[in-house]
């Protein structure tokens, strides 16, 4: 079972950049897939990037991809994400996600953070 917990929201000015980590806890963290997703105010939650297990493969959501990164250190059991480029559009609530076998749909994650703000201003 994992743990997790997620910092670095806030707001900033389009254009701006910011960096939400997500800290795991469980000896198992390194044997997940990672995810973030997002969900803004009466909207469904979407997939925004995921990571392997090993960190070698990433995939991104077509409205992010070029401007975020999504990376992991199983050593300090972190996965961040870096944000640049930021528009109003990517305000919302970002969540950090573990499961077995990663993907792009929130089913395929059986574990997930409280969640962080992000607001964006124009």
């Known amino acids: 079972q994992v743990q997790l917990v997620e910092s670095g929201g806030g707001l900033v000015q389009a254009g701006g950049s910011l960096r939400l980590s997500c800290a795991a806890s469980?000896?198992?963290?390194?044997?997940?897939?990672m995810a973030w997703f997002r969900q803004a105010p009466g909207q469904e939650r979407e997939f925004v990037a995921t990571?392997?297990?090993?960190?070698?493969?990433?995939y991104y959501a077509d409205s992010v991809k070029g401007r975020f990164t999504i990376s992991r250190d199983n050593a300090k059991n972190t996965v961040d994400l870096q944000m640049n480029s930021l528009k109003p559009e990517d305000t919302a609530v970002y969540y950090c996600?573990?499961?077995?076998?990663?993907?792009?749909?929130?089913?395929?994650?059986?574990?997930w953070g409280q969640g962080t703000q992000l607001t964006v201003s124009s």
């Open positions: 990571v392997t297990w090993s960190g070698s493969s990433t």
């Open positions: 996600a573990a499961g077995n076998s990663g993907g792009i749909r929130a089913r395929d994650y059986a574990y």
């Open positions: 469980g000896r198992t963290f390194s044997r997940y897939g």
